[in-house]
């Protein structure tokens, strides 16, 4: 199959999360003379599928088939891949079904390779991902499988294609602070302790504050409140108790430790309890190891831009990779309508992303 129809097919098979659409059959069906392996997980789809071609190093392309659902507001079908005025319209056609795209056919594509060719692939990215890709990785292990590098094809491009990559990955902290007062009636604020006042006298100590300076490679940690509620909707009564949400997209810099001594230093007076909870943990890999080397000089080669080395964005899965001791990186299409009505991409990125991959896989 062509490179753009098959781009299609893909986007065609309706995946939202935590189903697969039927892509994990056809990818195995498509790479018939690799070794496949389904390590399905509590209604989560996963496989890895893999082709030893020599005793050189394990090179892996990770991702996820799963897309957000479509929601309103499209001018096409979300699932109908239309291509109009130069651009592939479909939901996931950048996040990341277009990085799927172009590794599924560099990879089938391949006839020499000195080492291990491998793909990743989950149906649980967008959801809560805790049968997805963590369940391969424990498999990988298990059998000394894992893979010496790995790109995971998320959309990392800003305003042209090729113009960054994602070597690393900020953390993040999910925070509830809750701070107990006492209730009363309005006309009379001397008998209760409004934990709303109190807050407030804080507040803007800490809100979209930098917890650490950054550095050369992450933004700075900042303190981002998310929520704040109390009261019973009514102008009578003062509440018992402020709840408030934060989160903290934290570099290396910033751990637990230091959001918790943050709010500390705050509310130190007030009665008050606090709950973290990390979802993510900073990570970055080398810019000197043989893949980010390798991927740079193919998007130079291909597009004539030497990308910029970026940790900025969310999360994704390349979280759990990096731990198990992987050099792991991300490169894809631009990212600017991914999760948004009418999501789309070009032909020529698609293009030129597979062209890439084609380049990395020749000369790793």
Same mark, same amino acid.
């Given at each position: 199959?062509?490179?753009?129809?098959?781009?299609?097919? !893909?986007?065609?098979?309706?995946?939202?999360?935590?189903?697969?659409?039927?892509?994990?059959?056809?990818?195995?069906?498509?790479? &018939?003379?690799?070794? %496949?392996?389904?390590?399905?997980?509590?209604?989560?789809?996963?496989?890895?599928?893999?082709?030893?071609?020599?005793?050189?190093?394990?090179?892996?392309?990770?991702?996820?088939?799963?897309?957000?659902?479509?929601?309103?507001?499209? %001018?096409?079908?979300?699932?109908?891949?239309?291509?109009?005025?130069?651009?592939?319209?479909?939901? @996931?056609? /950048?996040?990341?079904?277009?990085? $799927?795209?172009?590794?599924?056919?560099? $990879?089938?594509?391949?006839?020499?390779?000195? @080492?291990?060719?491998?793909?990743?692939?989950?149906?649980?990215?967008?959801?809560?991902?805790?049968?997805?890709?963590?369940?391969?990785?424990?498999?990988?292990?298990?059998?000394?499988?894992?893979?010496?590098?790995?790109?995971?094809?998320?959309?990392?491009?800003?305003?042209?294609?090729?113009?960054?990559?994602?070597?690393?990955?900020?953390?993040?902290?999910?925070?509830? !602070?809750?701070?107990? @007062?006492?209730?009363?009636?309005?006309?009379?604020?001397?008998?209760?302790?409004?934990? !709303?006042?109190?807050?407030?006298?804080?507040?803007?100590?800490?809100?979209?504050?930098?917890?650490?300076?950054?550095?050369?490679?992450?933004?700075?940690?900042?303190?981002?409140?998310?929520?704040?509620? =109390?009261?019973?909707?009514?102008?009578?009564?003062?509440?018992?108790?402020?709840?408030?949400?934060?989160?903290?997209?934290?570099?290396?810099?910033? &751990?637990?430790?230091?959001?918790?001594?943050?709010?500390?230093?705050?509310?130190?007076?007030?009665?008050?309890?606090?709950?973290? &909870? /990390?979802? =993510?943990?900073?990570?970055?890999?080398?810019?000197?190891?043989? !893949?980010?080397?390798?991927?740079?000089?193919?998007?130079?080669?291909?597009?004539?831009?030497?990308?910029?080395? %970026?940790?900025?964005?969310?999360? %994704?899965?390349?979280?759990?990779?990096?731990?198990?001791? $992987?050099?792991?990186?991300?490169?894809?299409?631009?990212? &600017?309508?991914?999760?948004?009505?009418?999501?789309?991409?070009?032909?020529?990125?698609?293009?030129?992303?597979? =062209?890439?991959? /084609?380049?990395?896989?020749?000369?790793?």
């Amino acid at each position: 199959m062509e490179l753009i129809p098959l781009f299609k097919k !893909i986007i065609q098979a309706k995946s939202e999360t935590p189903d697969d659409g039927g892509l994990l059959d056809f990818i195995s069906e498509y790479l &018939d003379d690799f070794t %496949s392996v389904r390590l399905d997980s509590n209604g989560v789809k996963n496989l890895f599928i893999y082709k030893k071609f020599g005793e050189g190093e394990h090179l892996c392309f990770a991702g996820h088939v799963d897309v957000v659902p479509a929601g309103e507001g499209w %001018s096409v079908d979300p699932y109908g891949a239309v291509e109009k005025d130069g651009y592939i319209y479909g939901r @996931g056609c /950048q996040d990341m079904k277009s990085g $799927v795209t172009a590794f599924l056919q560099a $990879v089938k594509a391949t006839k020499v390779f000195n @080492g291990t060719l491998s793909l990743l692939l989950t149906s649980d990215e967008e959801g809560p991902a805790k049968f997805g890709t963590l369940e391969v990785l424990k498999y990988l292990e298990e059998n000394d499988m894992m893979p010496d590098s790995c790109i995971v094809a998320e959309p990392t491009c800003e305003e042209l294609f090729g113009d960054a990559i994602k070597i690393g990955r900020r953390g993040s902290i999910n925070g509830v !602070i809750e701070k107990h @007062g006492k209730q009363g009636h309005a006309a009379y604020p001397e008998k209760a302790t409004n934990p !709303i006042h109190k807050v407030a006298q804080v507040l803007h100590y800490m809100a979209g504050v930098d917890l650490d300076d950054g550095d050369e490679n992450f933004a700075p940690s900042k303190f981002v409140v998310t929520d704040i509620r =109390a009261g019973m909707e009514v102008t009578n009564v003062t509440p018992g108790k402020l709840k408030l949400m934060f989160n903290v997209r934290n570099s290396t810099n910033t &751990d637990q430790k230091t959001v918790e001594a943050f709010v500390h230093k705050y509310f130190s007076e007030m009665n008050y309890t606090l709950q973290l &909870d /990390q979802s =993510a943990y900073p990570f970055m890999t080398d810019p000197n190891t043989n !893949i980010v080397r390798t991927i740079d000089a193919a998007i130079e080669k291909v597009t004539g831009i030497k990308p910029k080395h %970026s940790t900025a964005g969310g999360t %994704s899965d390349a979280r759990y990779i990096a731990p198990c001791g $992987v050099d792991v990186i991300e490169f894809g299409v631009r990212n &600017d309508t991914i999760h948004a009505p009418n999501e789309r991409t070009t032909r020529k990125e698609v293009e030129k992303l597979y =062209a890439v991959f /084609q380049e990395v896989i020749a000369t790793y």
